[in-house]
C-alpha cells in the first residue's frame, strides 16, 4: 500500500529524521559537557599564604572526580585534603590537618556529589580543598572528571589578603 510515495522518498525522510535525531543529542551533549561543573571558591588562606581553604560544590548531574591538584601553575602542594562537613559546621584553615571535629580526606578519595553547589544548598559547601605549600600559594588548579571528561578550573589567590 504507497500512498504516493516512493521508497526512495520514504529513505530520505526517515534519513533527515534520524541525523536530525543526532544533530539534537549532540547539542545537549555538548552543553552539558561544555559548562564545567566543578564549583570552586576560595574561603580564605593563612597568613602567610602558604594555606588555603577553597569550598567545592557540584552543579552538575553525576559526581565529580577529583585527579590532580597544582598550585601557582604547575607545583604540586606540600599536602592537599578534602574536609567534608556532614553538619555544615564550616572549615578550618589549618597547617597541620589534624584538627580534632574536623574530617580531612585525601582529596582523590572523595566524589563532589552533585546538588552540592551553592544554588543548591542552604548552608555553605559541604566539601572544603585545604592545600599546604611550602611557598606562597597565587592560583590553584583543580584537574576533574566530569562525564568521562577532563577538566580544568582555576582559582586565584593574587588579592585575597591585603599586604
Do not use: C, W
Not at 500500500?1 to 534519513?15: A, D, P, T
Not at 542552604?122 to 576533574?144: A, N, P, Q
Amino acid at each position: 500500500m504507497n500512498l504516493g510515495q516512493s521508497n526512495g522518498e520514504i529513505l530520505v525522510k526517515k534519513l533527515g529524521l534520524l541525523i536530525g535525531v543526532i544533530i539534537i543529542i549532540g547539542i545537549v551533549f555538548y552543553f552539558i559537557l561544555v559548562q564545567p561543573k566543578l564549583e570552586a571558591i576560595l574561603l580564605g588562606t593563612g597568613l602567610d599564604q602558604k594555606v588555603a581553604v577553597i569550598t567545592l560544590g557540584n552543579n552538575g548531574y553525576q559526581d565529580i572526580e577529583l585527579l590532580d591538584i597544582r598550585i601557582n601553575g604547575t607545583d604540586e602542594p606540600e599536602l592537599a585534603k578534602i574536609q567534608v562537613s556532614e553538619t555544615g559546621k564550616g572549615f578550618v584553615i589549618s597547617d597541620t590537618f589534624a584538627e580534632e571535629d574536623y574530617n580531612f580526606k585525601e582529596y582523590n578519595s572523595v566524589k563532589i556529589e552533585t546538588g552540592t553547589g551553592t544554588k543548591d544548598v542552604e548552608y555553605h559547601s559541604r566539601y572544603g580543598l585545604s592545600i599546604k605549600s611550602d611557598v606562597e600559594i597565587y592560583s590553584v588548579t583543580i584537574i576533574y572528571k566530569y562525564l568521562g571528561k577532563v577538566f580544568e578550573e582555576n582559582v586565584s589567590i593574587n588579592n585575597f589578603m591585603e599586604k
